[in-house]
């Protein structure tokens, strides 16, 4: 009986944190691992690179990219995902490489980043490209997950991920 209460429970917290992501603009549904670890790929982190993920959901590309060194930091608007992210945070012990803002990815400072992740919408990502290829550096890396950017030519599209350069 207690089993059954907790599954339910459980059910009952990812199902709010979908339809939550949902009313912000994009449903939650993390990147697969294959993908996600082409990306990373993709994107040649390496220490010392600063990447951004826009919409970072339960955070799993910004653990994949600290695993390479890399120091990432998350906008994530869903609450539950943004606490999420930084309990995992803690227990990883990778507060001064990885961090989360509950934010609105429109107003990240991307001006520092060398990549920047999105596992968006079509929507998102036309609202997205100005902003992307303006304020980002000129030579810097855009990985998309399942959408490409309205407008701009990807340098590589693989498994589903299209690669840009500013
Ligand atoms: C498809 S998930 C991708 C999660 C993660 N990037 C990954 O690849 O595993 C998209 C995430 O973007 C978040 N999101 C949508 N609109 C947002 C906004 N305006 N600002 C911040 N986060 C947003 C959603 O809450 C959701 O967690």
């Known amino acids: ?3 059954l209460e907790v599954l339910l429970f459980i059910l009952g917290v990812a199902l709010f944190t979908v339809t939550l992501s949902s009313i912000i603009g994009v449903p939650f549904l993390p990147t697969h691992h294959k993908q996600a670890r082409a990306m990373m790929e993709f ?15 339960a955070g799993r590309l910004l ?4 695993e390479r060194g890399a120091d990432a930091v998350g906008y994530e608007l869903n609450p539950v ?3 999420w992210t930084l309990l995992v945070i803690k227990l990883k012990g990778l507060s001064g490489r990885v961090s989360v803002r509950c934010q609105s990815l429109y107003q990240a400072d ?24 303006t304020e980002m550096k000129p030579g810097a890396t855009i990985i998309s997950y399942a959408f490409s950017i309205p407008g701009h030519t990807p340098i590589k599209k693989e498994q589903g991920i299209f690669v840009y350069k500013v």
């Open 43 to 57: 994107a040649a982190l390496r220490p010392g690179l600063r990447v951004v993920d826009l919409g970072s959901g």
């Open 81 to 83: 995902l943004y606490f």
């Open 110 to 133: 991307l001006s520092g980043a060398d990549v920047v992740f999105a596992f968006l919408f079509p929507k998102p990502m036309a609202k997205l490209a100005p902003k992307l290829f």
């Open 1 to 3: 009986m207690i089993f």
């Open 63 to 66: 653990f994949l990219a600290a």
